[in-house]
């Protein structure tokens, strides 16, 4: 009833200012009408509701904030008559009394019979608990039993597995081991049949640098000879052209006195400045014959010496050159004999590996 008297006052108009009928409202509440949004930047402005008389039960709108509403029910006192006082109750009577002790043992009574069937539902209901733990306690005694059962079926099965696993690892190991003995064999009997090629080779090679070696430094003694030779022969050609060119220049020497006197006794007349000047340049051409020629000689001598130090480098790189291609052998087949060592090692501890693992398992 409150919730329709609550209704029944929201449909009403909030402002109360015209009292709508409720028909008119209800069949308009779905009519929107346009509301005005506050203005101003302070406080919302809002129009206080006029005084009116409220009906019994009535809702009161208000608006406190920005796009807040409060809503106040108020409710109308009664309009009843007011109940009258109850009469005063008298002092009861000897028979309203006994009355009242037999209702009471009447009561009681009912309240032991009414105890006892509620124990004797609970005895029921303990039982039936009872029943129920001792068919559960059953069902999972006889599930333990049924799990135990296949578990040790399981477990019988699976030792019966890892046996069976276990002897093939065995048995495979067993293989592995004498194919890697195989190999190892094989292995050793090659490293040896290499290492004996191999020490053939660098004892044949050895031999042959020693030979080469040989025959290269009595090549290099020849052509030290020959050096010593052919500078000889220069030393000698030097000495003969410079004999040869001090034989022309006291020639030249003589001639050029003799020309001088004829000269002089045919220009006894000319300037001394003269005379000195041709004098001068007679002396610088010789000298510069005489350099030219020493030149060429030295030239000569120093081309011949860069050759015999060129022969004598090539020569020693070729040595060179042999004794690291003997110094590569002898490492290739140190490094040949290692890697076969390092294999029969690995293969050895994978072995050892495989064995730890089998005996963990």
Do not use: W
């Amino acid at each position: 009833m409150l919730i329709n008297l609550v209704r029944d006052s929201v449909l009403q108009c909030f402002c109360h200012s015209c009292k709508a009928p409720l028909s008119v409202v209800a069949g308009h509440k779905k009519s929107k009408l346009p509301t005005k949004k506050p203005s101003g930047k302070g406080k919302a402005r809002t129009k206080q509701p006029k005084k009116v008389k409220f009906i019994t039960t009535e809702i009161r709108c208000q608006e406190q904030s920005k796009g807040g509403l409060c809503y106040e029910v108020i409710l109308a006192e009664p309009t009843g008559a007011k109940r009258a006082p109850s009469p005063q109750r008298s002092q009861p009577s000897p028979t309203q009394q006994s009355a009242i002790e037999e209702k009471l043992k009447a009561a009681e009574e009912r309240r032991l019979s009414l105890e006892a069937h509620k124990l004797a539902s609970l005895a029921a209901q303990l039982s039936k608990i009872e029943e129920t733990a001792r068919k559960k306690d059953e069902i999972t005694a006889a599930f333990m039993t049924a799990t135990r059962e296949s578990l040790d079926a399981k477990m019988n099965s699976s030792e019966e597995k890892r046996e069976a696993h276990m002897s093939e690892l065995k048995s495979k190991l067993k293989e592995h081991l004498e194919s890697v003995e195989k190999t190892r064999l094989n292995l050793e009997q090659q490293t040896r049949e290499v290492r004996a090629a191999v020490e053939e080779k660098l004892k044949t090679a050895a031999a042959q640098r020693d030979e080469n070696i040989k025959k290269m430094l009595d090549r290099l003694k020849e052509h030290e000879d020959q050096v010593i030779r052919v500078r000889q022969g220069m030393t000698e050609r030097a000495q003969n052209l410079e004999t040869q060119i001090q034989g022309k220049l006291d020639q030249a020497r003589e001639r050029r006195e003799i020309r001088e006197r004829e000269q002089k006794e045919k220009l006894r007349n000319h300037n001394t400045v003269k005379l000195a000047r041709v004098r001068e340049t007679a002396d610088v051409i010789a000298m510069r014959e005489l350099e030219a020629k020493k030149r060429e000689i030295d030239m000569k001598v120093s081309i011949a010496e860069e050759n015999r130090q060129r022969e004598i480098q090539r020569r020693l790189q070729a040595i060179r050159q042999h004794e690291r291609r003997a110094e590569l052998v002898r490492q290739n087949k140190q490094n040949k004999t290692n890697g076969a060592d390092q294999e029969v090692k690995s293969d050895e501890s994978a072995l050892n590996i495989n064995n730890e693992t089998a005996s963990s398992g």
